[in-house]
């Protein structure tokens, strides 16, 4: 089973530069997450979407942050304009989408770093 | 006052020591107990679920959970080097949403 997979895995850019960031969840599951891992914390959830619909985007940053799923399948996570403090990995994971029990698969993320 | 606390580490143990890692949490929706463990540079990935309080086994893995004290942890038996790596306790809701902890980094030396 191929997990989920992440473009770019690493990427570095001026502050008040715009960035994009890929993923393609495993086949089949309904959930998708976009998480922020600041260094020496733990993933914080961005948004959750269900199908292609926003279940929870309640802790993205909206006047920078988007993001979109399209056809329920790929999704895109984007930043404009780039702050210092979004320095950080970003890690879409998925999950089949079973309520209550929700087993997330990872990607291995993207590393932004904004100078 | 944070929904996780999680003891912050860093913890370096001989191989084959028994490691403890413990997380605290104060939401009561808390219904699904979970830790994740984390290699440099990758995502996190499931180790250990429970539901319920009491102990859960998983080969040198146990996970222990307290819900009146609504304390968890997680025993490592006979340590491996391979075991060195951050482990995230998450906590999810009947919603689906998981908090992690901040993570405790483990080395094992041999």
Redesign the interface.
């Known amino acids: 089973e191929a997990g ?1 997979a992440q473009s770019p895995r690493y990427k570095i850019i001026e502050k008040r530069q715009s960035v994009a960031f890929w993923c393609n969840p495993i086949s089949g599951h309904a ?1 998708l997450y976009w998480y922020q891992q600041i260094l ?6 961005l948004i ?1 979407f269900q199908n292609n619909g926003v279940v ?1 985007d309640s802790q993205l940053p909206k006047d920078r942050f988007s993001a979109e799923r399209l056809k329920g399948v790929d999704s895109t996570l984007k930043i404009q304009p780039a702050k210092l403090e979004d320095s950080a990995v970003y ?1 879409c ?1 998925s999950s089949p989408g079973r ?6 698969f ?4 993207t ?1 932004l770093s904004v100078l | 006052q944070k929904e996780v606390e999680q003891d912050p580490g860093p913890l370096s143990v001989p191989e084959g020591a028994i490691v403890s890692l413990n997380c605290t949490y104060s939401n009561s929706a808390f219904q699904y107990f979970m830790w994740y463990r984390q290699y440099s540079r990758k995502g996190p990935e499931l180790l250990m679920y429970t539901y319920s309080s009491g102990n859960k086994e998983d080969g040198r893995f146990t996970a222990q959970v307290d819900k009146s004290s609504k304390y968890i942890s997680l025993f490592i038996r006979d340590s491996q080097p391979s075991d060195s790596a951050t482990y995230l306790c998450a906590f999810n809701t009947n919603a689906g949403k998981s908090t992690f902890g901040d993570g405790t980094t483990l080395t094992v030396k041999p």
Not at chain 1, 40 to 45: A, E, I, M, R, S
Not at chain 1, 106 to 109: A, I, K, L, T, V
């Open positions: 989920v959930t020496g914390q733990g993933p914080k959830l959750q929870d890690l994971a309520p209550g029990y929700e087993k997330l990872f990607g291995s993320g590393q």
